[in-house]
């Protein structure tokens, strides 16, 4: 299962993005293998539009879960369609690090 | 132009579709619109008893916005009972979410795919677990 954390820079010591359609960089990690990978959103700087294209491109990439800061109602609908869970975490300030070791526990 | 109206989220709708007065001498005046986000504030300060800062963080909006719906949503009963006037509820500025849940261990909300059967959190596999909407803080 992949899961699919937003976050603001490439790397796992970047911050936590709070926003889902557009977030900087989104960090996707294998939960089999523990690897990560990180693909920049194209779509952070659409003027409209950005929650249903981010969701579309996680439907794509093949991730079960999606953790961010918070969704906007579109956002919502479409992850809801593809079946996604939707996870939101509101402290701010961790990093990507942190939040990849509290679910591995 | 006007900054956009930000949505109100509420746990689930009003049960009634309106409320209508009885015994009332001649034909009463026009009804009055109670926006569902009224109802919620209404339900979440005076039935839930929260503070309107808890209430204003469920709803997603600032703890002004909240006193200024709650506030709307008292007039509009109060000229309704003292007009005798007709209380139809209509969507108004709000979005359902009621799938959502928390987890009481590392206070995570997060929504459940229909395809998942396993019933814990996905960040710290607690079982505490509870409907946003049913929990009571």
Same mark, same amino acid.
């Given at each position: 299962m992949k899961t699919a954390i937003t976050s603001k820079g490439n790397g796992t010591s970047a911050q936590f993005d709070l926003?889902? !359609?557009? @977030? @900087?960089w989104f960090c996707v990690i294998d939960d089999e293998t523990g690897n990560t990978e990180f693909f920049e959103n194209?779509?952070?700087?659409?003027? !409209? !539009?950005a929650g249903i294209k981010a969701s579309e491109k996680m439907a794509e990439l093949g991730v079960a879960k999606v953790i961010s800061g918070d969704f906007g109602p579109k956002a919502k609908e479409y992850l809801n369609k593809f079946n996604i869970q939707m996870v939101i975490l509101s402290n701010d300030s961790s990093s990507i690090e942190t939040i990849i070791s509290k679910l591995k526990g | 132009m006007p900054r956009r109206r930000r949505h109100r989220r509420i746990v689930a709708p009003p049960g009634f579709q309106g409320y209508k007065p009885y015994g009332t001498v001649g034909e009463s005046a026009e009804h009055i619109s109670l926006f569902y986000e009224e109802y919620e504030a209404i339900k979440l300060a005076d039935y839930d008893l929260l503070k309107h800062e808890e209430a204003c963080e469920l709803m997603g909006v600032s703890r002004a916005t909240f006193a200024r719906i709650y506030e709307s949503a008292r007039r509009k009963i109060a000229s309704a009972l003292v007009e005798t006037r007709e209380i139809k509820t209509v969507f108004g500025n709000a979005v359902l979410d009621n799938d959502w849940l928390f987890c009481h261990n590392c206070s995570a909300k997060f929504t459940m795919p229909s395809n998942l059967t396993e019933q814990k959190c996905p960040v710290c596999k607690s079982d505490k677990i509870d409907f946003l909407n049913k929990l009571k803080i």
């Open positions: 926003r889902f !359609g557009r @977030a @900087a194209d779509c952070a700087n659409l003027s !409209g !539009g | -």
